[in-house]
Each structure stands twice: as structure tokens, then as C-alpha cells.
């Protein structure tokens, strides 16, 4: 399995511009999520997904837009992009119900210029 | 005040020390997570646990439910465990979300 893979892993934006980031699980996991992280701040969530056609806020969702037309993909939309969205991004998914670890892409680092 | 707490922030280790990293975090969870994340790399989940201790080589996990406290042990510390350690609190329900400490950025020297 190749677990959660993401794309791409760098990209530099100017204002303005619009990009999608690609997440793809291969572990049939239902729960997906995308989460942003700045220095000196723990991860926050963008947005998450509990399975296919279904998407819903985290807390930092302005500027962003998702959607989970499969189980495996869940790509992040960012339109007009701003100097504050320059982060890493970070996609990961996990099992539900229950209590389950959250299995983590390798990461996109994003830079809006 | 953040939900998740750790401390120290930084340290600095010399090899073969025995290096604990803490956790507090203010309200009930029904699960404590702890994860690894080496520069510019990707982030491992190591432990997640609810009650009691875990261990995984030489790595340990402990939780106290009542006091809201989780620790991290690393015994025999080796260069190749500088990272970051990343302390998550798990609420469970329909969003299965994860809160997240800043982290602790361990630097272990030969």
C-alpha cells in the first residue's frame, strides 16, 4: 500500500493565482482530512470528510474548498490565493467509528508570493 | 490558553539520555495521540492510547486520565530521534478530529 500520497510537494503562487491540492488514500479509509501547518503552531484542520459526497468545516476553512467525489481523493481548492496560505499542507485519513490513528500524506509546501 | 499543552518546547539531549516529553491537555478525550516529525519530513503516528502505557522499542507513552497528562519517554536517545514530537488530543463523535500541541523539537547530540 502506498498509504496516503499528496501532490505536489512544493509549489510557489503568485496572488491571485488558484491551485488544487491532490490527496489519494489507498487504504479504503472513510474519514479524510486536510490540515495546515505554521511555525511555532500546532496543526489545524482546514476541512475533513467522513466518506464520499460528504465534506464539512474545520476551524481555518476561509479560502479554501474541498470535495470527496470517491473514497480514495479528497483534493484541496485554493482560489485567489493570499500571502496566509503560504503553510504546509498536510492530508491524512483514518477508520471511523471508533478511535483510530490518523494516517498522514507527506506533506505540500506552499509558498504565495 | 491552548487545549494541548507541551512542554519543554526545545531540548537538547546528549546520546544515551533519558528524555521525557510532556502533555496537558484541559478537557476529557477519548484518545491522546503522539506523533514524530523529522525536518522537512512527514509526521508518523507513534502511539495512541487512552488509559494506562504503551511501549514500542524504546519508546514509551503514558496517560494519567485523572490529572490530564500524558508523558513521552525515550530511553537510550540516539541521534536519529531529533525531531519533533507532537502531542494530538482525540475527542471522538462524528468529526473524529484531532487538536494539536505546538510540539517539541528534541535535538539529540553524539
Known amino acids: 500500500n502506498a498509504g496516503v500520497t499528496q501532490t505536489p510537494k512544493f509549489r510557489i503562487l503568485k496572488i491571485g493565482q488558484s491551485m488544487t491540492l491532490q490527496c489519494t488514500q489507498d487504504?479504503?479509509?472513510?474519514?479524510m482530512y486536510w490540515y495546515r501547518q505554521d511555525p511555532g503552531m500546532g496543526l489545524k484542520l482546514i476541512y475533513y470528510s467522513v466518506g464520499a459526497g460528504i465534506t464539512d468545516k474545520g476551524e481555518v476553512p476561509n479560502g479554501y474548498n474541498v470535495s470527496r467525489s470517491t473514497t480514495e481523493d479528497f483534493p484541496l481548492r485554493l482560489e485567489l490565493a493570499a500571502p496566509s496560505q503560504t503553510s504546509v499542507y498536510f492530508c491524512?485519513?483514518?477508520?471511523?467509528?471508533?478511535?483510530?490513528?490518523?494516517?498522514f500524506g507527506p506533506g505540500t509546501r506552499l509558498t504565495v508570493t | 490558553k491552548n487545549e494541548v499543552e507541551q512542554s519543554p518546547q526545545n531540548l537538547t539531549a546528549q546520546e544515551g539520555e533519558f528524555i521525557t516529553i510532556n502533555c496537558s491537555y484541559s478537557v476529557g478525550i477519548s484518545a491522546l495521540h503522539w506523533l514524530q516529525q523529522h525536518p522537512g519530513g512527514g509526521i508518523v503516528s507513534l502511539f495512541m492510547?487512552?488509559?494506562g502505557k504503551k511501549k514500542h522499542g524504546r519508546l514509551i507513552a503514558t496517560i494519567n486520565i485523572q490529572e490530564k497528562h500524558s508523558s513521552l519517554h525515550i530511553t537510550a536517545s540516539h541521534p536519529r530521534d531529533s525531531a519533533v514530537y507532537i502531542c494530538?488530543?482525540?475527542?471522538?463523535?462524528?468529526?473524529?478530529?484531532?487538536?494539536f500541541g505546538t510540539g517539541t523539537l528534541l535535538a539529540v547530540q553524539p
Open positions: 494530538a488530543v482525540q475527542y471522538g463523535g462524528a468529526t473524529n478530529k484531532l487538536i
Open positions: 491524512a485519513s483514518s477508520y471511523w467509528p471508533g478511535v483510530y490513528e490518523q494516517y
Open positions: 487504504m479504503n479509509h472513510n474519514y
Open positions: 492510547l487512552s488509559s
